[in-house]
T-cell receptor, first 117, second 112 residues
Framework: DSGVTQTPKHLITATGQRVTLRCSPR?????VYWYQQSLDQGLQFLIQ???????AKGNILERFSAQQFPDLHSELNLSSLELGDSALYFC????????????????FGAGTRLSVL | GQQLNQSPQSMFIQEGEDVSMNCTSS?????WLWYKQDPGEGPVLLIA?????ELTSNGRLTAQFGITRKDSFLNISASIPSDVGIYFC????????????FGKGTLLTVNP
């Protein structure tokens, strides 16, 4: 158990809908990262939050947004869903927000499998 | 953007055999990580490497951070059925070291 908790584990929805994925980081970790994993693209970095503020953006679509709350949990909001958004969404956390060393190691949750029908 | 070339894409081996997989990059990485992902689960960290030339072991697993900082390999010795899964290399580069770039993964199948 990595200590990173993601809910729900599975989500089935229809095109055009909006969903929210939730992540609780490991105790003490300040950074949360979101990744999308699809068969053809592999693991793609979406966005990072550090202590409540956006730190870095990757390949995140404008229809997607995220936030990190004062208790450090994070939510990833996906709207106007398309068939191609079906994927595994992973959250990871690390102690710090960057730099070298073990405190920047990212630990992953078990993921949310999103199916858009 | 950054890209990691991981090979092989898949491997089919017999229990007890040794396995080797590697990752290369066209640019320098500051940290190399190896993760394993089981079906329906998230990637689990196996080994982290922080210095060029570093060789680190974790049980039957050994990984090295290449001298050029552009490659890394992972060896698994005396494979067992529970080694089955997808192995990913990942690395960080640049000044902030926050962004992990992942390889496409190596699917390992171990025949008992």
């Amino acid at each position: 158990d990595s200590g990173v908790t993601q809910t729900p584990k599975h989500l089935i929805t229809a095109t055009g809908q909006r969903v929210t994925l939730r992540c609780s980081p490991r105790s003490g970790d300040l950074s949360v990262y979101w990744y999308q994993q699809s068969l053809d693209q592999g693991l793609q970095f979406l966005i990072q939050y550090y202590n409540g503020e956006e730190r870095a953006k990757g390949n995140i679509l404008e229809r997607f947004s995220a936030q990190q709350f004062p208790d450090l949990h994070s939510e990833l909001n996906l709207s106007s869903l398309e068939l191609g958004d079906s994927a595994l969404y992973f959250c990871a956390s690390s102690a710090t927000g960057g730099g070298f060393g073990a405190k920047n190691i990212q630990y992953f949750g078990a993921g949310t499998r999103l199916s858009v029908l | 953007g950054q890209q990691l070339n991981q090979s092989p894409q898949s491997m089919f081996i017999q229990e007890g055999e040794d396995v080797s997989m590697n990752c290369t990059s066209s640019s320098i990485f500051n940290t190399w990580l190896w993760y394993k992902q089981d079906p329906g689960e998230g990637p689990v960290l196996l080994i982290a490497l922080y210095k060029a030339g570093e060789l680190t072991s974790n049980g039957r697993l050994t990984a090295q951070f290449g001298i050029t900082r552009k490659d890394s390999f992972l060896n698994i010795s005396a494979s067992i059925p529970s080694d089955v899964g997808i192995y990913f290399c990942a690395g960080t580069s640049g000044g902030s070291n926050y962004k992990l770039t992942f390889g496409k993964g190596t699917l390992l199948t171990v025949n008992p």
